[in-house]
């Protein structure tokens, strides 16, 4: 299921980073950080839908600062700002799991539309 949701998210959200992707992962736990968004709106508008989530790394759980994980793993402030953690279980199915990168892509496209810094680099069709 972490596949499917990073596959999907890469395929219809640009400027995202897979945290740790190339590393020795747990398989339930994905870490994702979206550029010019952040984690904090990302994850009060998830939970509006249903959708839990956390912003950081789990060491850094609940606090507002930028994860020190993700500061040591080389990830740049900027995105590490944009940082959501998404765990899944046994019970996660497939639908879930399109449900969540439906929501996710509009969710990150409406908060983007926000953000000077995204204007000024986006082109129309990033979003096709």
Same mark, same amino acid.
């Given at each position: 299921?972490?596949?499917?949701?990073?596959?999907?998210?890469?395929?219809?959200?640009?400027?995202?980073?897979?945290?740790?992707?190339?590393?020795?992962?747990?398989?339930? +736990?994905?870490?994702? #950080?979206?550029?010019? !968004? $952040?984690? $904090?709106? !990302?994850?009060? /508008?998830?939970?509006?839908?249903?959708?839990?989530?956390?912003?950081? #790394?789990?060491?850094?759980?609940?606090? +507002? $600062?930028?994860?020190?994980?993700? %500061?040591?793993?080389?990830?740049?402030?900027?995105?590490?700002?944009?940082?959501? %953690?998404?765990?899944?279980?046994?019970?996660?199915?497939?639908? $879930?799991?399109?449900?969540?990168?439906?929501? /996710? %892509?509009?969710?990150?496209?409406?908060?983007?539309?926000? #953000?000077?810094?995204?204007?000024? +680099?986006? +082109?129309?069709?990033?979003?096709?």
């Amino acid at each position: 299921m972490r596949d499917k949701l990073e596959a999907g998210i890469r395929k219809s959200i640009p400027d995202v980073r897979i945290n740790g992707g190339k590393a020795r992962r747990l398989p339930n +736990t994905s870490n994702i #950080s979206f550029q010019f !968004v $952040e984690s $904090e709106m !990302v994850l009060l /508008l998830l939970d509006q839908l249903g959708i839990c989530a956390s912003s950081g #790394s789990a060491c850094a759980s609940g606090s +507002t $600062e930028t994860s020190h994980v993700l %500061r040591a793993m080389g990830v740049p402030n900027a995105m590490s700002r944009g940082a959501v %953690r998404f765990s899944m279980s046994v019970y996660n199915t497939s639908e $879930e799991i399109d449900y969540v990168v439906d929501n /996710l %892509r509009d969710i990150v496209w409406k908060l983007r539309q926000r #953000s000077p810094d995204w204007m000024s +680099t986006a +082109t129309p069709l990033m979003y096709g």
